[in-house]
């Protein structure tokens, strides 16, 4: 939970379009109405696309594929390098196909590294075997461990799933859904239910376990206490990109943040100061004097008349002045 505190108060300065860790965020709220500037989030969002550009700059091969015998690589052979081109050819097909949503995925990601010092996404085959599918998850759904050599081999993410989803998705990959999942289709096919997918080492799931696979993908429906499904996979579907980790934890944070946030802070309550300050030279707080001297309130809009009662005697001081705060806008 300090964890999430933490990122909730690192997005509501640098990344307000996250800012959801310790709160539900309504679609329609002003998620910018606690700033005054805009400066943290210009900066975080120029860095952010800074490493995508980096990284992956359009219109170049910046990935290839080699064979892992040295030996083999330096011979270059015409036939393998030939395999190589086309090997390269074909996962950079699979990636940038419309379907895949590569291009989204990475660009979330980038700034989940950037802001964060973390970011979590999938690699896994679409349902119809027709190509790739690639998703960032939210840092608020997802927890992992690492294994002896420093490096994550078991993830939890959690997600939220209407009944509808639940079982069209149960259909396709044969998932053991709960009945009363299905008697929600019925009556509340939106309804939402809580969900995870764990997915990590077989070896330490189920020792036992005699098949070549390395992995195995778990999901269980939460709300329902229903395992959904569990089968060996060969592969580990997560990529869990790390910054500057801290000691003793699997969790690392971002550099930049550490050294802007304060300064982030610093800076909207400058901006705030100002505006108060400009606001309160153009239209003061007011001194008025009680009982009948003042009829209808304050008025002190542009050509705004306030009223006074015609008896009063002024000699007795003024019925109404400005309240000097010594604050200089400039």
Not at 34 to 51: A, D, T, V
Not at 101 to 110: K, S
Not at 210 to 221: G, P, R
Request: proline content about 5%.
């Amino acid at each position: 939970s300090s964890l999430l505190n933490f990122w909730q108060s690192v997005a509501e300065n640098h990344f307000p379009e996250r800012a959801d860790f310790t709160r539900l965020k309504q679609q329609d709220e002003d998620m910018t109405s606690q700033l005054y500037s805009s400066e943290p989030i210009l900066f975080r969002r120029e860095f952010g696309n800074f490493i995508g550009a980096a990284l992956r700059p359009k219109g170049k091969d910046w990935f290839g594929v080699q064979v892992a015998d040295i030996r083999l690589r330096k011979r270059k052979l015409p036939r393998v390098e030939q395999a190589l081109i086309d090997t390269r050819d074909t996962l950079r097909g699979l990636m940038y196909n419309r379907k895949s949503g590569y291009t989204r995925a990475m660009t979330t990601a980038d700034h989940d590294y950037a802001t964060f010092g973390n970011c979590v996404g999938s690699v896994e085959p679409r349902p119809t075997l027709d190509g790739l599918r690639y998703r960032t998850w939210h840092l608020r759904d997802c927890a992992w461990l690492e294994n002896y050599d420093g490096e994550v081999d078991t993830i939890f993410r959690k997600f939220q799933v209407t009944a509808q989803n639940l079982v069209a998705e149960g259909k396709k990959r044969g998932w053991n859904v709960s009945d009363k999942v299905r008697d929600a289709l019925d009556k509340t096919p939106q309804k939402e239910f809580e969900c995870m997918h764990v997915q990590m080492p077989l070896l330490n799931y189920d020792p036992k376990n005699k098949t070549k696979m390395e992995w195995v993908s778990i999901y269980l429906d939460v709300t329902n206490k229903e395992l959904l499904s569990m089968k060996p996979c060969p592969e580990f579907n997560y990529f869990v990109d790390r910054w500057f980790l801290l000691d003793g934890s699997q969790y690392a944070v971002s550099p930049c943040v550490i050294c802007s946030l304060p300064d982030s802070r610093t800076l909207q309550v400058m901006t705030w100061s100002i505006m108060e300050a400009g606001e309160k030279a153009v239209e003061p707080p007011m001194i008025a004097r009680g009982g009948t001297a003042i009829i209808g309130g304050i008025d002190i809009r542009a050509a705004g008349v306030t009223w006074v009662d015609k008896n009063y005697d002024e000699r007795n001081g003024e019925v109404i002045r400005a309240l000097e705060m010594g604050g200089q806008p400039q």
